[in-house]
C-alpha cells in the first residue's frame, strides 16, 4: 500500500507542474476569487443604500403624518403606505420590503399626554416587524434616528425617549444576508474552481487518451488519478483562501484568529469534496466540454438551492429540511457561523463529520468509477 | 519456446465495431506485424489484447499465465503490466511536462532508479530534454512515447504504428533498438500502414479486415526485399505455382499479382509469363482487394 501510494504520488507532482505551468489555470485561481467578492460586495453595498418599508398608519393624524414625512426624508427609506399589517408581512415574504412599521392608533392621544406632563400609563410603542438578521442594524439605526426626530420635534425632549419601538422579529430568515456574502463567496469558489478544475481533469484523462497511459501504469489508476485529483484539491483550497482573505479585506470583517483558523479545515475538507464530485461528472463524460456543461448545471442548483433554508415559503418543506444536507450547506453555514458568530464545537464537529460523510460518498463514486 | 502472447478467440463488440474471433500467438523474440485497411480494427485489437477495452469473449494469456478469461479479469494482470511496454498511437502525455519530466514520472512508475538507459543511447533528443512535450513536433512526440514503452525492457512491447512520423534516422534506430531486443528475447507485436525495414525481422504479418482476420503470412521477412509482378491472364500461371521463390499469386479480375523472393531475373526467362509490370512489395498488396501496379 505505502509502495503503491509513493508510486502514485509522482503522478501527484506531475499534475501540479502541469497546473502550475498553466498561466490561464493560475490566473482564474487567483484573480476570479478576488473578482467575485468585489461583485459581491458591490451587491451588498446596494443592498445597505436603500431599504424599503411598509407603513401602517392607524392614526391618521396630523403628528402620525409628521412622523410619516420623517421617514419619507430619510434617503436610506423607501416607505410603502398600506392599511393592513397582513398586507405587510405578504410583501416582506415576497421580498419587496425589509420591515413593517405600525404607528399605533392611539399615537396622538398618547402624544397629547406625554407633551401635557400627566402620567403615561402605557409607553407609546411603535411595533416594527422585520425579517430576523436581515439588514437589521441598518434598520436600527434608521428607526432610532426617527424616534429622535419624534422626541426632538413632536415632544421636544431629545433622547429622553418616551417613544420606543418594539422590534417584533419575524423569523423568517436566519442568516444575514449581507454576512452571508463572505461565505458564499468562499464557497462558490471552492464550488466552481472544484468542480470545474477537477472535472477537467478527469474529462482530459479521457479525452487525450493519457488514461490509456495510466491505466498500463503499474500503479493502480485509482491512486494515480486520485493524486491528481487531491492536487486540484490543494489549488481549490487555495483560491478559496484568496476569495476569503480578500473578503474580510473587501468587507471588514475582523473574526478571531482562532476562527480564521478553524476555517481553514473545513474549506479543505469541502474542496476535497467538490474535486471529488467534479472528478466523478468528468469521468462520465469523458469530454471536457460536456463536463464543463454539466458541472455548471451542477453549482447553480447547488447555489440556489443552498439558499433554500433562507426562503423556505419558495419550496415545500422537505426541500428546505433536505438541503441542509447538501454538501455546500456544511461548508457554508460553518464559514458563516465561523465568521461572524461563535458556533459550539460540537456543531463544528457536526459540520466536519456532514463533510466527512459527503466526501466518502464521492469517494466511494470514485472508486467505483477507477476501480478497474 | 516459451508463448509471450496468446490470443484464443477474442471478441470485442463496442461502439458500431466488431472484432470477431481473434486468435494469435507471439512466442519469445518473435515480431507479429498486424495490418489492414484504415478502420480495420488493428488499434482496438491492440487496445484490446491491453484491456484498454474489456474483451467480450475470448482468453488472453501473457506469458503463460491466464490473465482474461470468461468476461474475468485475472490478479496476475498487474503483474504482467511490469513485464509489458505499449505505446499508444492516440494517447498524450502530459502537455506541460517537459521531455526528461516525463522520462523521469514513468521510470520511477516502473521503479527505474536512474534515467533508462535507452534515453542516454538515443541522440535525437538531446536538445529536447529541457522542452515542454506541447513544444515538441509530431515525430519528437511518437519518439518519446517509442522510448516510454522500452525504457524497462520489457519481454513482450506492443507498438500501434510507430514511426508513422519519424524521419529515416529515427526510423533506423528504432529499428536498431528492436533488433537488440528481439535477440535478447523481447517479443513485439506492432501495427502497420506501410512497409518499413522492421518487416526484415518479423515472422509473420498478420492482415485484419473489418474486424476478422483476413489472411496470415508466415516468414513474413522473406517478402519484404522481394516484388510483385502484375503477369496477363494468359500466362502459364500453373508453371509459376511449382516454383519455390514464388510466395503467392492471386487472381484478380484481368490479371494476376504474383509476389515474388528478392529477384524477377527468373521469371523474366520464364516461358509463357507475359509480365505487364513490377515493383516492391507494398503492405496493401496483401489485404483484400485494392491491389494495382
Known amino acids: 500500500m505505502k509502495g503503491k501510494l509513493k508510486r502514485s504520488f509522482k503522478f501527484f507532482k506531475s499534475h501540479l507542474l502541469n497546473r502550475i505551468r498553466t498561466k490561464k489555470f493560475i490566473v482564474w485561481i487567483v484573480i476570479t476569487p478576488i473578482i467575485l467578492m468585489v461583485f459581491l460586495n458591490m451587491i451588498g453595498a446596494e443592498e445597505e443604500v436603500e431599504i424599503d418599508i411598509a407603513v401602517i398608519d392607524k392614526d391618521e393624524s396630523n403628528a402620525s403624518?409628521?412622523?410619516?414625512?420623517?421617514?419619507?426624508?430619510?434617503?436610506?427609506?423607501?416607505?410603502?403606505?398600506?392599511?393592513?399589517?397582513?398586507?405587510?408581512?405578504?410583501?416582506?415574504?415576497?421580498?419587496?420590503?425589509?420591515?413593517?412599521?405600525?404607528?399605533?392608533?392611539?399615537?396622538?392621544?398618547?402624544?397629547?399626554?406625554?407633551?401635557?406632563?400627566?402620567?403615561?400609563?402605557?409607553?407609546?410603542?411603535?411595533?416594527?416587524?422585520?425579517?430576523?438578521?436581515?439588514?437589521?442594524?441598518?434598520?436600527?439605526?434608521?428607526?432610532?434616528?426617527?424616534?429622535?426626530?419624534?422626541?426632538?420635534?413632536?415632544?421636544?425632549?431629545?433622547?429622553?425617549?418616551?417613544?420606543?419601538?418594539?422590534?417584533?422579529?419575524?423569523?423568517?430568515?436566519?442568516?444575514?444576508?449581507?454576512?452571508?456574502?463572505?461565505?458564499?463567496?468562499?464557497?462558490?469558489?471552492?464550488?466552481?474552481?472544484?468542480?470545474?478544475?477537477?472535472?477537467?481533469?478527469?474529462?482530459?484523462?479521457?479525452?487525450?487518451?493519457?488514461?490509456?497511459?495510466?491505466?498500463?501504469?503499474?500503479?493502480?489508476?485509482?491512486?494515480?488519478?486520485?493524486?491528481?485529483?487531491?492536487?486540484?484539491?490543494?489549488?481549490?483550497?487555495?483560491?478559496?483562501?484568496?476569495?476569503?482573505?480578500?473578503?474580510?479585506?473587501?468587507?471588514?470583517?475582523?473574526?478571531?484568529?482562532?476562527?480564521?483558523?478553524?476555517?481553514?479545515?473545513?474549506?479543505?475538507?469541502?474542496?476535497?469534496?467538490?474535486?471529488?464530485f467534479g472528478a466523478g461528472i468528468g469521468r462520465i463524460t469523458s469530454d471536457r466540454i460536456a463536463s464543463q456543461g454539466l458541472t455548471s448545471m451542477t453549482i447553480l442548483p447547488l447555489i440556489f438551492l443552498s439558499k433554500a433554508h433562507l426562503y423556505p415559503w419558495l419550496f415545500p418543506q422537505y426541500i428546505t429540511d433536505g438541503v441542509r444536507f447538501f454538501p455546500i450547506y456544511p461548508g457554508l453555514n460553518m464559514i458563516n457561523r465561523l465568521l461572524f458568530y461563535s458556533p459550539t464545537l460540537s456543531e463544528y464537529l457536526v459540520a466536519i463529520g456532514v463533510n466527512l460523510l459527503w466526501l466518502g460518498v464521492f469517494l466511494t463514486i470514485f472508486w467505483y468509477l477507477y476501480r478497474r | 519456446m516459451v508463448s509471450h502472447l496468446e490470443v484464443k478467440n477474442l471478441e470485442n463488440h463496442k461502439d458500431g465495431f466488431s472484432l470477431q474471433n481473434i486468435s494469435l500467438d507471439i512466442e519469445e523474440g518473435e515480431i507479429l506485424l498486424l495490418g489492414g485497411k484504415n478502420s480495420s480494427g488493428k488499434t482496438t485489437l491492440l487496445e484490446t489484447i491491453c484491456l484498454i477495452h474489456k474483451p467480450d469473449d475470448g482468453r488472453l494469456k501473457f506469458f503463460g499465465k491466464k490473465v482474461f478469461e470468461k468476461g474475468i479479469k485475472s490478479k496476475h494482470w498487474r503483474k504482467v503490466k511490469e513485464r509489458i511496454g505499449v505505446q499508444f498511437q492516440s494517447a498524450s502525455l502530459f502537455r506541460n511536462l517537459t521531455v526528461r519530466e516525463t522520462f523521469e514520472l514513468f521510470s520511477k512508475d516502473r521503479r527505474l532508479a536512474e534515467m533508462p538507459d535507452v534515453v542516454d543511447e538515443c541522440h535525437f533528443l538531446d536538445n529536447f530534454m529541457d522542452k515542454r512535450i506541447a513544444k515538441l513536433s509530431k515525430g519528437k512526440v511518437q519518439l518519446v512515447k517509442f522510448m516510454l514503452a522500452v525504457m524497462h525492457r520489457p519481454d513482450l512491447v506492443l507498438l500501434d504504428e510507430p514511426v508513422s512520423n519519424l524521419d529515416g534516422n529515427t526510423r533506423d534506430w528504432v529499428y536498431k533498438v528492436i533488433k537488440e531486443m528481439k535477440s535478447e528475447g523481447t517479443s513485439f507485436l506492432i501495427t502497420l500502414n506501410s512497409l518499413w525495414s522492421i518487416a526484415k525481422l518479423s515472422e509473420s504479418l498478420m492482415i485484419l479486415d473489418d474486424g476478422t482476420i483476413y489472411r496470415t503470412v508466415k516468414d513474413f521477412y522473406r517478402n519484404y526485399e522481394g516484388y510483385t509482378a502484375k503477369v496477363s491472364k494468359g500466362s502459364d500461371i500453373n508453371s509459376l505455382k511449382s516454383e519455390n521463390w514464388i510466395l503467392g499469386i492471386e487472381e484478380l479480375n484481368d490479371f494476376y499479382l504474383v509476389h515474388s523472393e528478392q529477384t524477377i531475373d527468373k521469371m523474366i526467362d520464364m516461358e509463357g509469363i507475359s509480365i505487364l509490370g513490377v515493383r516492391d512489395v507494398r503492405l496493401e498488396d496483401f489485404y483484400p482487394g485494392g491491389k494495382s501496379l
Open chain 1, 65 to 276: 403624518n409628521i412622523t410619516m414625512s420623517f421617514l419619507k426624508s430619510e434617503d436610506r427609506v423607501k416607505v410603502h403606505e398600506i392599511d393592513e399589517l397582513e398586507h405587510g408581512i405578504d410583501m416582506m415574504r415576497d421580498g419587496k420590503v425589509e420591515a413593517v412599521l405600525e404607528i399605533p392608533d392611539d399615537f396622538s392621544e398618547k402624544l397629547e399626554i406625554i407633551r401635557s406632563e400627566e402620567e403615561l400609563e402605557d409607553s407609546l410603542v411603535f411595533r416594527l416587524y422585520h425579517v430576523s438578521g436581515d439588514g437589521e442594524e441598518l434598520l436600527e439605526t434608521i428607526l432610532k434616528g426617527i424616534t429622535a426626530e419624534i422626541n426632538e420635534f413632536l415632544i421636544g425632549e431629545e433622547a429622553k425617549g418616551p417613544v420606543s419601538i418594539e422590534a417584533r422579529s419575524r423569523d423568517i430568515r436566519e442568516g444575514d444576508y449581507v454576512d452571508l456574502l463572505i461565505s458564499s463567496g468562499v464557497m462558490i469558489t471552492l464550488l466552481q474552481s472544484g468542480l470545474f478544475s477537477s472535472s477537467s481533469t478527469t474529462s482530459s484523462l479521457s479525452e487525450q487518451m493519457i488514461e490509456k497511459m495510466i491505466k498500463m501504469s503499474p500503479s493502480p489508476q485509482i491512486f494515480s488519478v486520485g493524486g491528481m485529483i487531491t492536487t486540484d484539491s490543494l489549488f481549490t483550497f487555495f483560491s478559496g483562501l484568496i476569495a476569503l482573505v480578500a473578503g474580510l479585506i473587501i468587507f471588514g470583517a475582523n473574526p478571531s484568529i482562532i476562527n480564521i483558523l478553524a476555517i481553514l479545515p473545513i474549506s479543505l475538507l469541502t474542496a476535497l469534496v467538490f474535486c471529488f
